[in-house]
C-alpha cells in the first residue's frame, strides 16, 4: 500500500469513489478519527458500507436502511474485519464523516480531518488484520501528513461526545497507540 501524495489515493487497496464529498477549505490535514460501522448493525461483510458511502443503499433490504436513507455521508477508508481497506474519498478531498464536532476548540472536524471507518460494533473485539492495516495505513498518512501525530489521532466519540460512541470500549487504544509508539514514526 502506498499513498500518492499528487491523487491522495492510496495505491494497493481497493477504490469505491463516493460521491459525498468536497474540496477542503484550507487543503489542511492534522487530525484522524477512528470509527466503527457495520450494515445492518453487527452484521459484517454484506457490502452495505459500500453502497451506503455510495448513495446505492436499497432501503427495503432491512427495518434499519429505512432511518439512514436520507443521509449522505462518506468515509476516506473502511478496513473490513479480514483487514481489506477500500478507500472512498481521497485524502486530498473532504470527507463527510465525523458531522457536528470540533477538536481542541475547533469545530468542523471535516474539514481538517481523515476518516477510518473499521468495520464492527462498539462492543465487539476488532480483528487482528483489522489492527494490522490500521497501524500500517496510519503510517503512510503520518508519512504524507506529518501533522498527524499521535496526540492528533483521536475517535468519533472524542470529536463529538454525547452524539456519538465509536470506535467504542471494544477498540483497543493502547495496542494501537503502542504499536505506533513503537515503530517510532509517532511523535
Same mark, same amino acid.
Given at each position: ?100 464536532? #470540533? ?23 476488532? #480483528? ?60
Amino acid at each position: 500500500m502506498q499513498l500518492d501524495p499528487a491523487s491522495g489515493w492510496c495505491q494497493g487497496v481497493c477504490h469505491c469513489p463516493s460521491p459525498n464529498f468536497n474540496a477542503r477549505p484550507n487543503g489542511e490535514v492534522s487530525l484522524l478519527v477512528i470509527h466503527n460501522i457495520s450494515l445492518p448493525p453487527g452484521q459484517f461483510a454484506t457490502g452495505k458500507v459500500q453502497e451506503f458511502f455510495q448513495n446505492r443503499l436499497d432501503v427495503t433490504e432491512h427495518p434499519y436502511f429505512e432511518g439512514i436513507s436520507e443521509l449522505r455521508v462518506s468515509a476516506h477508508f473502511l478496513i473490513e474485519r479480514d483487514g481489506k481497506i477500500t478507500q472512498f474519498v481521497s485524502c486530498l478531498d473532504r470527507a463527510w464523516h465525523a458531522g457536528v464536532s #470540533s477538536f481542541e476548540g475547533r469545530e468542523t472536524c471535516n474539514d481538517f480531518s481523515l476518516g477510518i471507518e473499521l468495520e464492527g460494533t462498539d462492543d465487539l473485539p476488532f #480483528s487482528d488484520a483489522q489492527y494490522q492495516a490500521l497501524i500500517g495505513l496510519t503510517r503512510q498518512l503520518q508519512a504524507a501528513f506529518p501533522a498527524i501525530t499521535l496526540h492528533r489521532i483521536c475517535g468519533h466519540s472524542d470529536v463529538a461526545p454525547g452524539r456519538k460512541t465509536d470506535p467504542g470500549p471494544a477498540f483497543d487504544w493502547t495496542r494501537f497507540r503502542g504499536a505506533l509508539q513503537h515503530t517510532g514514526e509517532m511523535q
